[in-house]
């Protein structure tokens, strides 16, 4: 006699996602940016870059370039050693790579949190999954003609960049690149942190452009929640749109904001040690819980604002696409106002 099947768990509820930890991606690539919905659309660019946009660019040769830029440090696996600059390696006894500049105006880099805290998702898909659909989107919205998309993420202790090209085939293989880069798990050993990341693309990325930073916008231990305190990655965001065109995507979780009543909880931290039990049966706890994190979420949206960058905030539980399209409709009446340089600085 032949056993029965045994019925699987339904892996798209929100009990499933939370009680095992992710082992992959919760988004299946093609279904990232439906570009059909994305053709009519085009993100505006209202900031200085090194040249102008000559529309699509008709006639601008293909190609990367012979013009020499600036100089990075080499990144093994990553760069052509071809590239090394062998006077610059000599001086600082350091591999250093000299990048070269083609003859296009618009480039755009996006930075992906990938630490611990975003592998939360009570709504079938993480908020990381959701962060790499947020640079999917972006990144179709943004292709024109020779211009090129690259990445950066950010882990605890290093920062992975996937260089730029142009074309929705290098598109497709970056976005592939960050849905199979290995999960990480709760408190792993590192340091670095969002201001890190972003300080970094400052550095490595001295070419006028646009920039996207992709997080959930949390600091391990960080309880502040007086939105005239700045976060401490209010600075490197602020020093990042001098130059460049900045815009934000904040990723939540539903509940995140909107805590469940599932009676007795643990909450615990995944980048720190702090772990609490909390009774979600008790009304005036799940207030306070819910002042406190819309408390959090509107010093993030000050601190975004007060630093001269575009902010939309994405949630796991809502379509993303119509999320950033509506944004997009916006946006071309409100970037002039967005990305003015922060005071004192001119454009």
Same mark, same amino acid.
């Given at each position: 006699m032949r056993d029965r099947p045994v019925a699987r768990p339904d892996e798209s509820g929100a009990e499933w996602s939370v009680l095992r930890p992710p082992t992959g991606p919760t988004i299946p690539l093609a279904r990232l940016a439906p570009e059909a919905a994305l053709r009519r659309l085009e993100l505006t660019i209202v900031r200085r870059l090194e040249g102008f946009l000559h529309g699509d660019h008709l006639g601008l040769l293909p190609g990367a370039g012979s013009d020499t830029n600036d100089a990075r440090v080499y990144q093994p696996g990553q760069d052509d050693v071809r590239k090394i600059d062998w006077a610059v390696t000599a001086r600082t006894t350091v591999p250093h790579v000299?990048? *070269?500049?083609?003859?296009?105006?618009?480039?755009v880099w996006a930075l992906l949190d990938v630490t611990p805290s975003m592998n939360w998702g *009570?709504?079938?898909? *993480?908020?990381?999954?959701?962060?790499?659909?947020?640079?999917?989107?972006?990144?179709?919205?943004?292709?024109?003609?020779?211009?090129?998309?690259?990445?950066?993420?950010?882990?605890?202790?290093q920062v992975k960049r996937l260089p730029a090209r142009s074309g #929705? *085939?290098?598109?497709?293989?970056?976005? $592939?690149?960050?849905?199979?880069?290995?999960?990480?798990?709760?408190?792993a050993p590192g340091d670095l942190e969002l201001a890190d990341g972003i300080e970094h693309m400052t550095r490595s990325q001295r070419r006028r452009g646009m920039r996207v930073?992709?997080?959930d916008f949390l600091t391990p231990g960080d309880s502040e929640l007086d939105p005239e305190v700045p976060p401490p990655w209010e600075k490197a965001v602020r020093r990042l749109a001098v130059r460049n065109q900045v815009l934000c995507v904040e990723v939540v979780d539903r509940h995140?904001?909107?805590?469940?009543?599932?009676?007795e909880m643990l909450i615990h931290d995944p980048e720190t040690s702090f772990a609490r039990y909390v009774n979600t049966s008790d009304d005036a706890a799940r #207030?306070?819980?819910?002042?406190?994190? $819309?408390?959090?979420r509107e010093r993030v $949206?000050?601190?975004l604002r007060r630093a001269g960058a575009g902010h939309i905030q994405l949630r796991t539980d #809502?379509?993303?696409v119509a999320d950033i399209a509506r944004f997009v409709l916006n946006y071309r009446r409100i970037a002039g106002m967005l990305h003015q340089p922060p005071q004192g600085v001119s454009k």
């Open positions: 000299r990048d *070269t500049m083609a003859d296009r105006e618009l480039e *009570t709504e079938g898909v *993480t908020k990381r999954d959701l962060g790499i659909a947020a640079i999917a989107t972006i990144g179709f919205l943004s292709q024109r003609m020779g211009d090129r998309f690259g990445g950066m993420m950010m882990l605890p202790d #929705r *085939t290098a598109l497709y293989g970056l976005l $592939r690149k960050m849905l199979v880069e290995p999960i990480v798990p709760d408190h930073i992709v997080s995140e904001l909107e805590l469940p009543d599932v009676g #207030r306070r819980m819910d002042a406190a994190t $819309r408390a959090q $949206r000050v601190a #809502r379509d993303w």
